[in-house]
């Protein structure tokens, strides 16, 4: 149990397009989803929190109007990498937390590799 | 300092010994501990989930915590080379009745010589 698919897998795309990455949790609800992004060879860093039915609260550094989450349901967030940059080009991981809530680990989807040429 | 501290390795076994993984954190309101795996160009896979101190077995792996000492281990028995990856700790506080972020180690990564 406990499945987190995200998609794509892997995006290659030119300077300047928006890039929608999505994150379901196949088998169980969550109210909350995680965004992460991840350097090679260094750990997660922890990008936005987002709720269902409300707004994403971002960390600090990250620029919201640059990275739009969107959670509409219990199983689906979607994170929107507008005008992307080789900057931007990373690993990015969600999660998702179950709706029993406090205490409950986070499950992560496989990543999405984007580049941006 | 850091919350949490992890050895990054690298850290290279023969099949079928025993590693030893650990963590240590500065945070007393650290409640929940995690290890996850993850192989390379991959997501996190939770492997342990515990939020008491004392031991969790499950098959080969048994995590350890030691709130007194602020210390968590993952232990691995009979390791095979498809162990080979990076391990990660995580662990989280509970503030205001809600669940606080993860906070991850820097990850440890395996390598298992067949």
């Known amino acids: 149990g406990a499945v987190v698919s995200q998609h794509p897998s892997r995006v290659i795309c030119k300077s300047g397009t928006s890039v929608k990455i999505e994150c379901r949790s196949l088998?169980?609800?969550?109210?909350?989803m995680f965004w992460y992004r991840q350097f090679p060879k260094k750990s997660l860093m922890l990008m936005a929190t987002s709720n269902e039915g409300s707004k994403a609260t971002y960390e600090q550094g990250v620029e919201k109007d640059k990275f739009l989450i969107n959670h509409a349901s219990l199983t689906l967030s979607t994170l929107t990498v507008t005008s992307a940059h080789p900057e931007d080009s990373s690993f990015y991981i969600c999660s998702a937390r179950g709706v029993q809530g406090e205490g409950q680990p986070q499950h992560f989807g496989d990543g999405t590799r984007l580049s941006i040429l | 300092q850091k919350e949490v501290e992890q050895d990054p390795g690298p850290l290279s076994v023969p099949e079928g010994a025993i590693v030893s993984l650990n963590c240590t954190y500065s945070n007393s309101a650290f409640q929940y501990f995690m290890w996850y795996r993850q192989y390379s160009r991959k997501g996190p896979e939770l492997l342990m989930y515990t939020y008491s101190s004392g031991n969790k077995e499950d098959g080969r792996f048994t995590a350890q915590v030691d709130k007194s000492s602020k210390y968590i281990s993952l232990f691995i028995r009979d390791s095979q080379p498809s162990d080979s990856a990076t391990y990660l700790c995580a662990m989280s506080a509970r503030y205001g009745g809600a669940t606080n972020k993860l906070i991850f180690g820097t990850g440890t990564l395996l390598a298992v010589q067949p």
């Open positions: 088998d169980f609800q969550a109210t909350t």
